[in-house]
Structures are given as structure tokens and as C-alpha cells.
């Protein structure tokens, strides 16, 4: 049942890699594959649709624009140790965007799945 997840589509290049990352460094299960072309990963309440070149989601536009990955349009997740996620993703090896940077609701950092979506790791300050 989806009913109780939110759900998010991302565009990705390679629907395997991205299955491996979410699930490998940031706690995603895989709920559903259908080869190269989909799969959706869920955590908590969020439901990750992870759509490849052969999916139904890439599919061009009347205009001729093709759905791609990127952008600023992020899933937030949040984390009580921010300094700990980021030392043990960096040492996985896994692009960020910047460093961390505080504000006055928390602090926040930016990663970049294996397509260039972005994820937002955020530490409330309360």
C-alpha cells in the first residue's frame, strides 16, 4: 500500500546505482524494481520513486523538454548528528555541495545522489 507515504519522483541515470546509494549511506529500503527503468525506495513516511531513461516519468514533453536529474528541488532528511553523517558519507566517498552551514533553525548540508539530485541532511537546533 502507498497511500501512507509521501512520494517524490527523481530522475536518475542509472536506476541500480541509485538504489545502492539510498539504500547503502542514507537508510532507504527498496520497496519495488522493475529493471533498468524504475525502482522506489522508501524511508519512514517518504516513498523515493527513482525513474531511469526507459521509465514512463522520463518521457518527453509536448514541448520536447525530457524530464532530467539536478536541480535544487530537494528531499530534506533529518539527522540528530550532523557532523557524524557527513564524516562517516565523506568517507564513502559520496559529492557534496558545499559544507556545512548554520542557521537559526539548524544546520544543513548538501549531497548529490549518483545523478546530481540533491539531498539535504538537516540538524534541528532545538
Do not use: C
Not at 525513474?51 to 518527453?60: D, E, M, N
Not at 509536448?62 to 562517516?88: C, H, K, M, Q, S
Amino acid at each position: 500500500m502507498t497511500e501512507n507515504f509521501a512520494s517524490v519522483r527523481y530522475m536518475v541515470n542509472d536506476v541500480g546505482a541509485s538504489v545502492t546509494f539510498y539504500t547503502t549511506h542514507l537508510g532507504f529500503e527498496l520497496q519495488q524494481r522493475a529493471g533498468d527503468a524504475f525502482a522506489s525506495v522508501t524511508r519512514g513516511p517518504l516513498r523515493l520513486l527513482l525513474s531511469g531513461k526507459a521509465s514512463s516519468g522520463a518521457q518527453a514533453m509536448p514541448d520536447g523538454r525530457r524530464p532530467v536529474p539536478g536541480g535544487w528541488n530537494r528531499i530534506l532528511i533529518l539527522v540528530t548528528d550532523l557532523f557524524a553523517e557527513v564524516e562517516r558519507l565523506k568517507s564513502a566517498k559520496v559529492q557534496f555541495r558545499n559544507e556545512i552551514l548554520k542557521g537559526v533553525g539548524g544546520s544543513q548540508i548538501i549531497l548529490d545522489d549518483p545523478s546530481g539530485n540533491p539531498i539535504e541532511l538537516f540538524q534541528s537546533a532545538g
